[in-house]
Structure formats: C-alpha cells, structure tokens
C-alpha cells in the first residue's frame, strides 16, 4: 500500500500536462476511487480537483439561486477565469439588479484568494470605485482567507456585505460598468 502514495503524488503532480477538462475529470474519478485505501493524512486536494469540484457544484447551481458561478472559458484546461453573478438582496438598493463579477484563481488558488472584480458597478467599501477590485484588506473574507473557502463562500458573502454594509448606500445608475 505504501507504493501506491508515490504513484498517486506522481500523477497529481502531473495534472498540469492533461490535454483537456474531460482527462482532469477522469483523473479526478480515479483518483477518488481509490483514495479512500490510501492513508493520506495531512494530505491536501490539489489544485486542479479542488477547481473541478467546484465546477461541479457550480454548474448544478447552489442555495437559492442568489449565487452563481461558472468557467468564464469552457474550454479553458486551467480553470483559471471565471464569472460570477449576484442578484441584489431585497429591502436594500441592490434590490433586483443583477451583479456581474469575473474571478481570477491563479496557480496559488486555493492556497491564497483568487483576485475579484465587480464588472456591474457597485458602491461597496469593499470595491475600488475606479477598477472595481474588491480589495483584500478591506474584505475580511480575502485578508484572513483559509484553504477551506471557496468561489461559492466568496459570493455569499459579497452578496452579505451588500446587506450588512452597503444596504443604505446610494448605487450607481442600474446597468454602469467599471
């Protein structure tokens, strides 16, 4: 059993070399399926499943439908661009707008945050009104971030800051991009 770890950090190590998404997938089914015999403590999902898994949950939609995100490139094997959609929460100015937001998950993701941009303008404190970046230091999610979030745990909590923060706070004319 201990030869099979070497062969299973082998070919993790090597995901970067597949020719498309369907070779990740396939690696990331067998990978799955055998992993539960292998011990693997300490272990941590690279970044090419990590990314799928969250391809995955995406495409299946999540929560109530606030929320979504998806390859911003089909066809993009690095799963690095994405995009992004908020619908605005009741009761507040973002009321029934619709936010479009690309996503950046660089080869450190998940490891450090990915770079996220409002592409809708937005009147966030979070949100740089020039570039539209959300910026780390000013959203607690990206400077104290952790391994175990993900692109759906970023979105929800944007859409709670719209809330908590930005719920009285005049917005730019519906349908203005950065």
Not at 44 to 69: A, H, Q, W
Not at 81 to 94: L, Q
Request: glycine content about 8%; charged content about 20%.
């Amino acid at each position: 059993m201990s030869d099979s770890v070497p062969v299973l950090d082998f070919v993790v190590t090597r995901l970067d070399l597949a020719s498309d998404l369907g070779a990740i997938h396939l690696l990331h089914l067998v990978i799955s399926s055998i992993s539960c015999s292998i011990p693997m403590s300490g272990a941590e999902v690279p970044r090419n499943f990590r990314l799928l898994e969250e391809l995955e949950k995406g495409e299946k939609g999540m929560g109530d439908g606030t929320c979504s995100y998806g390859l911003a490139d089909g066809d993009d094997i690095t799963m690095t661009k994405w995009n992004g959609t908020i619908i605005g929460p009741s009761n507040s100015f973002h009321e029934n707008r619709i936010y479009e937001i690309k996503i950046t998950c660089d080869d450190s993701y998940p490891n450090f945050p990915p770079t996220i941009y409002f592409l809708t303008k937005i009147n966030l404190p979070c949100v740089n009104q020039t570039t539209g970046e959300v910026e780390p230091s000013k959203f607690p999610l990206l400077s104290g971030w952790k391994r175990s979030y993900t692109l759906e745990t970023i979105l929800v909590e944007l859409r709670r800051e719209m809330l908590r923060v930005g719920r009285k706070l005049m917005q730019p004319p519906e349908g203005t991009m950065f």
